[in-house]
């Protein structure tokens, strides 16, 4: 872990790097217990207790995607055509409300 500051004449927060990986960096301020989350252009400041949380909803969604993957890619719990032949559209969707109770709200992408 490097200590890293914007500058060195004032009492910036000294940030350790303690993760990294070809999309980004994750940071600490020990002095202000302040996550420092940076993804390509994105930057992002969190309490401890905000960065914790963050990372369980990502770990859920990461295990929901699996989830829907592997429902995607078993053809016994595919739906039925009338023919009795696997549907062309898996209903990944179905299996990710299954595992999960939320609404779902589609939304556009701008």
Known sequence: MKPYSQSSTNNACQHLSIANSKIGEIMIC????????????????????????????VKQ??????????????????PKQADGLPSTNPLAHEALMQENSYTYYPHKVH
């Open 30 to 57: 020990p002095e202000c217990g302040v996550v420092h989350l940076s993804l390509q252009s994105i930057s992002l400041r969190l309490e401890l207790e905000a960065f914790a949380e963050l990372a369980k909803m």
């Open 61 to 78: 969604a990461k295990a929901t995607i699996d989830q829907a993957q592997k429902f995607s890619s078993d053809p016994s719990s595919q």
